[in-house]
């Protein structure tokens, strides 16, 4: 079985990183690749392992391009897919283009909301999402929080949904070694694209105000991973509250497993989310979690067990969460134990694997 990947740009990013794991693991025996970009590929093709896997740029311009979308119906056409699979409201227009093309199964998968829409109800993408409706034949909702947003907002039925989680690689994503050294400063890690929705901002204003306290002094650090348009603007704010000495911004990097197993506690302070990777990824390594209380984030943090949840803009209560773990340092080490089990049974790379397999096999038949 041949399926077309359709993503906007074949970059870092969640969205992304589910896609390359998800064709790196799949059966190769049964089901084979291609990922079209409409824009371009990055060096994030490097993470691909299946040699099977063809990779194709559009080029696609901003905005409508009649021509990028006459390249696409073309491609469509010459490599002849049993599945196109979009991702998201920037592919959501190329479902009309793989009906005209005869693709037989087309499938739609919803991982988040943007900045644009943090609730759902920017009228001008519900109209988006509405009018493609009939174009689709299954949808994919990477979280429990989505499936009842595409059955209330968008009016799709319940039974052309599937949910499937996001998976992580357990084995990859552990907990640091018992005999690692540790030290007395309680590093607090964030990670995530340096955008206005994931909103670093919170987490910085949160860590000023630990910082401010005598006791904290010394002994925590903010580490910041990711790139994106919002670094600069991030690295000058650090700069101007006079804490780039106890900020380290990283940017983009391929050993985030390592990363995390360096540090004690994660945080994401976005202000939208679907089902978050590196929460995933973080409780995988034994972290406990303080993250914003939006989209799927509940359902992968048990608020008091394996981290805690907060309101989303408010840097007072996320320093409050992060204070709780400072000042009871065994709950670390309890609510990322509990975290990692809780990836392991319920959001491992296998089941996800298993869950996009079973739904192309039973849409095939």
Avoid at 12 to 34: A, C, K, P, S, Y
Avoid at 257 to 263: A, F, P, T, V
């Amino acid at each position: 079985m041949l399926i077309a990947h359709i993503v906007h740009r074949l970059s870092i990013g969640g969205l992304e990183n589910g896609l390359i794991n998800l064709v790196n693991e799949m059966d190769r025996d049964n089901f084979q690749h291609t990922i079209i970009s409409l824009t371009d590929i990055t060096s994030l093709r490097e993470r691909i392992k299946n040699n099977r896997v063809n990779l194709i740029e559009i080029g696609k311009k901003e905005g409508i391009d009649s021509r990028a979308y006459a390249k696409l119906y073309r491609v469509l056409r010459r490599i002849r897919p049993d599945v196109v699979h979009t991702r998201n409201l920037g592919t959501i227009d190329c479902q009309l283009i793989a009906f005209v093309s005869g693709v037989p199964i087309r499938i739609h998968g919803e991982h988040g909301r943007g900045m644009r829409n943090l609730d759902g109800d920017n009228p001008r993408d519900i109209q988006i999402r509405k009018f493609m409706k009939p174009f689709i034949h299954k949808y994919v909702a990477l979280s429990k929080d989505i499936e009842s947003w595409l059955v209330n907002s968008i009016g799709v039925p319940r039974d052309r949904i599937i949910q499937i989680y996001n998976g992580v690689d357990t084995e990859k994503f552990k907990p640091r070694q018992k005999n690692a050294k540790r030290n007395d400063i309680k590093k607090i890690i964030t990670i995530g694209r340096l955008q206005s929705e994931k909103d670093q901002m919170t987490l910085i204003h949160a860590f000023s105000i630990l910082l401010a306290r005598p006791k904290n002094a010394q002994k925590i650090r903010l580490v910041i991973v990711g790139d994106g348009p919002d670094r600069i603007r991030i690295e000058e704010h650090i700069e101007n509250m006079g804490l780039e000495d106890q900020i380290d911004v990283l940017g983009e990097r391929d050993d985030i497993d390592r990363r995390l197993q360096e540090c004690d506690i994660f945080a994401l302070s976005s202000l939208t989310e679907g089902i978050s990777n590196t929460i995933l990824e973080a409780m995988s390594c034994g972290l406990p979690v303080v993250a914003t209380d939006v989209g799927g984030n509940p359902e992968l943090v048990i608020h008091g067990e394996t981290g805690f949840l907060v309101p989303r803009k408010d840097p007072e209560a996320m320093a409050e969460a992060i204070q709780f773990y400072l000042d009871e340092p065994r709950l670390i080490t309890e609510h990322g134990s509990k975290g990692r089990q809780r990836v392991v049974e319920n959001f491992s790379l296998v089941n996800m694997v298993k869950g996009y397999e079973s739904m192309y096999r039973d849409l095939s038949r």
